[in-house]
């Protein structure tokens, strides 16, 4: 696995990164929790790093069965990569497009 360093940090990150989406299920037809985890667990024993999601995988789903496949993992070796300003409560007073 390559590795590079994020800007001018110390943090190294995989150069392959997990992407989380359809473990969210939105728009893939679904998912299983144990194969969604067990994917995420040979993506760290390959070395992956990164694991990218968001509150809009799944409205939150992905995010969950990341935490649930790090759970008794060593924190210091990887990295979430996620996104913010999903609202659904309607905090956002009409502002911006879609849920943003």
Do not use: C
Not at 24 to 40: F, H, L, Q, Y
Not at 48 to 54: M, R, Y
């Amino acid at each position: 696995m390559e590795y590079r360093t994020l800007g001018n940090t110390d943090l190294e990150l995989s150069a392959i990164t997990y992407g989380a989406f359809a473990i969210g299920g939105t728009m893939w037809g679904g998912n299983e929790k144990k194969d969604s985890i067990e994917a995420i667990h040979a993506s760290i024993d390959h070395g992956v790093t990164s694991l990218d999601t968001a509150p809009f995988y799944g409205f939150g789903l992905s995010e969950e069965l990341i935490a649930e496949a790090l759970k008794g993992k060593d924190r210091t070796k990887v990295q979430i990569l996620t996104k913010f300003g999903l609202v659904w409560d309607g905090s956002n007073h009409g502002k911006g497009m879609h849920f943003f």
